[in-house]
């Protein structure tokens, strides 16, 4: 049974500032790593995806991948007020990457 | 592109009624999902179908029903409504099994 576990729970940095989200989970045989993005009100949007260990750099966002630390993350460089957010990660299932388990996810709130 | 529309936005119901959410894709996509979001927080899965016809129960099935009668759409029953499912229902649609999900809006449900 897969366990996904995201910290912190809710974050305010600065306008500016680097900011760095986590996820765990239980499963060193996953396959599919993903950071969704829920701006309130809205749908949830895919936002970056890492699929083996290193690194994966998209613009301001990056993610580390450590599947024996059982542990990704994600990196914000300069963190603007529209990056204030809901930010949930999500890991497939082994044996069925169509099934995907969601984290309770970290509020992020970037003061101008 | 294309979209995903959840009927409807917000649904009122009585404790103990049977209440039904409706969900469209034009993506035509293969998989479809449903996620129930309490509170602004992380999503859990309640079922979801990989054909038409098909259905795949999630974590939290318990109390729903679901059904698949064509590719493009994908109902949710909530059997018997409580005051403790008043939540966000998120549908979703996937077309590679690699976690990368689109999302609708979703259903506000709340129960008096």
């Known amino acids: 049974q897969q366990n996904v576990q995201q910290s912190p729970e809710s974050l305010i940095v600065p306008e500016g500032a680097r900011t760095s989200l986590n996820c765990t989970f239980s499963d060193s045989a996953s396959q599919y790593f993903w950071w969704y993005r829920q701006h309130s009100g809205k749908a949830p949007k895919a936002l970056m995806?890492?699929?083996?260990?290193g690194e994966k750099e998209e613009g301001r966002f990056t993610i580390h991948l450590n599947k024996a630390s059982l542990h990704f993350s994600l990196h914000i460089r300069d963190s603007q007020p529209s990056d204030s957010a809901l930010y949930l990660c999500?890991?497939?299932?082994?044996?069925?990457?169509?099934?995907?388990?969601f984290g309770l996810g970290t509020t992020l709130q970037v003061q101008p | 592109g294309g979209i995903i529309t959840q009927t409807p936005k917000f649904l009122i119901g009585q404790e103990g009624q049977k209440l039904t959410l409706k969900c469209q894709q034009n993506?035509?996509?293969?998989?479809m999902y449903w996620y129930r979001q309490d509170s602004g927080k992380g999503l859990r899965l309640i079922y979801y179908s990989i054909t038409e016809n098909d259905l795949q129960k999630g974590d939290l099935s318990e109390g729903y029903d679901a059904s698949r009668e064509k590719k493009s759409s994908f109902s949710l029953t909530v059997t018997s409504a409580q005051k403790n499912e008043m939540a966000v229902f998120l549908c979703a649609s996937s077309k590679t099994n690699t976690g990368q999900l689109y999302f609708g809006e979703g259903s506000k449900l709340t129960v008096l």
């Open positions: 999500a890991v497939t299932i082994t044996g069925n990457t169509r099934k995907l388990i």
């Open positions: 995806s890492i699929f083996s260990n």
């Open positions: 993506f035509n996509h293969d998989t």
